[in-house]
């Protein structure tokens, strides 16, 4: 079992909604997780890291961590067709700095 | 400044050529890595290195070898291509005042044949 899972999607949801991105990961004791979002053909980006438990919000993006469930998620509210791409959660963990990265989901706004 | 940049772009070898992939930082960073990234599968740790003068070995470092040059620089070398090494190379750095960050070159678009 990989460290960190993501479902591959496509995820597809229509412009102006929710989207929702969920991440589990298996070390309990990871301490910082990442969101980076890959454009097709492109590099990643960061878009959100958190390591508190709980929600942090910037813009659109909403991250929540819950560590006793040992998830992650990705809210992306009023969802736009330049949000479609892969996002991709990070996870470092047995005790390095070093994440392993998911697989990313897909995600598809669709006007 | 520049980030993190690749060269080259795009490569095509023939199984046995040999090639280096150059990356070169300009945020001071610590840190740098390879990653490669195949369709489902996604991003494999290659190589990293630390600091200046150190490496590691990823997930994924058969058929590879690194050199950090310098703290800006970490190339990759492949003495012997082989088809299975047809991927998207991503070499990036981290930053150590953001929890480590990430920041990826545009990446290096390799097939061998």
């Known amino acids: 079992q990989k460290e960190v899972e993501q479902n591959s999607g496509p995820l597809s949801v229509p412009e102006g909604a929710i989207a929702s991105l969920n991440c589990t990961y298996s070390d309990r004791g990871s301490q910082s997780f990442f969101w980076y979002r890959q454009y097709s053909g492109k590099s990643p980006e960061l878009i959100m890291f958190?390591?508190?438990?709980g929600d942090k919000e910037d813009g659109r993006f909403t991250a929540q961590l819950n560590k006793a469930s040992q998830y992650v998620s990705l809210l992306i509210r009023d969802s736009q067709p330049s949000d479609s791409a892969t996002y991709l959660c990070?996870?470092?963990?047995?005790?390095?700095?070093?994440?392993?990265f998911g697989r990313g989901t897909s995600l598809i706004v669709h006007p | 400044n520049a980030g993190v940049t690749q060269t080259p772009k795009f490569q095509v070898l023939k199984t046995g050529q040999s090639m280096t992939l150059q990356c070169a930082q300009d945020?001071?960073?610590?840190?740098m890595y390879w990653y490669r990234q195949d369709p489902g599968m996604g991003l494999r740790l290659i190589y990293y290195s630390a600091s200046e003068g150190t490496t590691d070995k990823g997930e994924v470092p058969n058929g590879y070898n690194v050199s950090r040059l310098n703290k800006r620089e970490f190339s990759l070398r492949l003495e012997s291509a082989a088809p299975s090494q047809t991927s998207v190379y991503f070499c990036?750095?981290?930053?150590?005042?953001?929890?480590?960050?990430?920041?990826f070159g545009p990446g290096t678009r390799l097939l061998v044949l």
């Open positions: 990070a996870v470092p963990s047995g005790g390095s700095y070093i994440p392993t």
């Open positions: 945020m001071n960073h610590n840190s």
């Open positions: 958190i390591y508190s438990n």
């Open positions: 990036a750095s981290s930053d150590p005042q953001g929890w480590e960050t990430q920041y």
